[in-house]
C-alpha cells in the first residue's frame, strides 16, 4: 500500500487525534452527568452509546486514510524517449511568394506551403530537438534547438518576408548557420540532420561546396527539398486597390521564377543526404523516410509507477461507520423517584 499525500501525514494524524479527544471528552463528560444525577438512569444505553462513538472513530480514521490517498503499485516501468537534432533552414525570399501550390481551389504560395509542411512534420516527431533559420540574401536564427515544439511553431508562424533585409538566396550562409546551430550539443554526441527547404531562385553560390563539405565532415545529412514549379511564375508584388494581384516587373517585363535545382542537388550528394522536389503537400512527406534511419539518442528518460487508487476502501469504511452511529439506539430514560 502506498499514501500518495504521505507529507500531509502530521495535519491527518493532528485532525484524527482532535476527533478523538473531543468523542472522549464527550463520553466522560455523559458519565460524569449520568453518577451524579440521581433524577434519570439509562435502561440498554452502554452498548448504545458505545456503538455510536464507535462508528464515530471509524468514520474519523477512515476520513484521515481517505485524505492521504491510498494507492496499490502494481506496475513499475522506465519509459525512454529519443530522438535527433534537426535544423530548418527556411528560405523566406520573395521568389517564395510565388503561387505555385493549390489547395482547396484556392493558389497558396511557397512559403504557406513550406510552414504546412514544417508543422506536420515536427508534429510526426515529437522526440526531436529543432531549430529554425530563416535566410534570403543573409541568415539568423529564429528559434534554438529546443524540445518545445510550441515555442518552434510560434516562432515559425511568425516569420515571413519581412524578417531579412537583404533580398536574394544565399544558400552558403544559411548552411553555415545551420550548421553551427545543429552542432550545439554539449558533450553528448546527438544525431543530426539539417533539412533545407528552398526554390533556389538567384542563389548566391560563392563557397557553397566548401560549406557543404564541412557538414559531410561532421557527419550532418543535408536533406534539400526543392520548393517550386520547373516552369516560370511570377511573383505575386501587391494587391491594389480592385483586388488584383500586381506582380514584379523589372524594365516593364514580368519577372519569372522557377525552381534552380543544381546545387541543391550538389549540397546533397556531398553530405550524404538527398535531395526531392516537392511538386505538392504529398510530396513533402519523403523527408521523413530519409530522416527517420538517422542514428537517433536518447534525449531524456523517465520513469514512472502505475499506482491504483484505492480510495474507495477508507471510503467505505467510513459509510459502515456512519450506519453504525446512526442506527445504534441510546436507549430510553427512565424516571426514578426518591422514597
Not at 510550441?150 to 516569420?159: C, G, P
Not at 553551427?180 to 539539417?194: C, L, P, T
Amino acid at each position: 500500500m502506498y499514501f500518495e499525500n504521505i507529507q500531509y501525514l502530521p495535519i491527518i494524524l493532528l485532525f484524527w487525534g482532535g476527533g478523538v479527544l473531543v468523542l472522549l471528552y464527550l463520553l466522560r463528560r455523559e458519565n460524569q452527568t449520568t453518577s451524579l444525577s440521581q433524577m434519570s438512569s439509562r435502561e440498554d444505553s452502554k452498548v448504545g452509546r458505545n456503538l455510536k462513538y464507535t462508528g464515530l472513530v471509524i468514520i474519523i480514521t477512515a476520513m484521515s486514510l481517505a485524505l492521504l490517498e491510498p494507492q496499490i503499485l502494481d506496475q513499475k516501468y522506465t519509459k525512454t524517449k529519443s530522438g535527433i537534432d534537426i535544423v530548418i533552414a527556411l528560405d523566406v525570399s520573395n521568389s517564395m511568394r510565388a503561387l505555385d501550390f493549390s489547395t482547396q481551389n484556392q493558389k497558396v504560395d511557397r512559403l504557406t506551403m513550406a510552414k504546412a509542411f514544417i508543422t506536420e512534420f515536427v508534429a510526426n516527431h515529437p522526440y526531436d530537438r529543432f531549430s529554425l533559420v530563416v535566410f534570403a540574401g543573409e541568415s539568423f536564427v529564429v528559434s534554438p534547438l529546443t524540445l518545445d515544439h510550441q515555442l518552434f511553431l510560434t516562432a515559425l508562424h511568425q516569420s515571413g518576408y519581412r524578417d531579412v533585409g537583404i533580398q536574394g538566396t544565399d544558400l552558403s550562409e544559411a548552411l553555415k548557420e545551420s550548421i553551427r546551430r545543429v552542432s550545439i550539443g554539449g558533450e553528448v554526441k546527438r544525431g543530426k540532420a539539417i533539412l533545407l527547404i528552398t526554390d533556389g531562385d538567384e542563389t548566391m553560390t560563392g563557397g557553397l561546396q566548401e560549406v557543404a563539405q564541412v557538414a559531410a565532415q561532421k557527419s550532418i545529412p543535408i536533406i534539400s527539398l526543392g520548393i517550386g514549379s520547373k516552369i516560370g511564375v511570377p511573383i505575386p508584388e501587391r494587391i491594389d486597390a480592385f483586388g488584383n494581384i500586381q506582380y514584379k516587373k523589372y524594365r516593364g517585363e514580368t519577372v519569372l521564377t522557377k525552381i534552380n535545382e543544381k546545387p541543391l542537388k550538389e549540397i546533397a550528394k556531398i553530405t550524404n543526404g538527398k535531395y526531392f522536389h516537392a511538386k505538392e503537400v504529398s510530396d513533402l512527406t519523403k523527408a521523413e523516410a530519409i530522416i527517420n534511419p538517422i542514428s537517433k539518442t536518447m534525449l531524456y528518460q523517465t520513469g514512472k509507477i502505475h499506482a491504483s487508487p484505492q480510495f474507495q476502501i477508507p471510503i467505505s469504511g467510513a459509510l459502515i461507520g456512519f450506519l453504525l452511529w446512526a442506527v445504534a439506539p441510546l436507549g430510553r430514560l427512565k424516571s426514578r423517584k426518591k422514597r
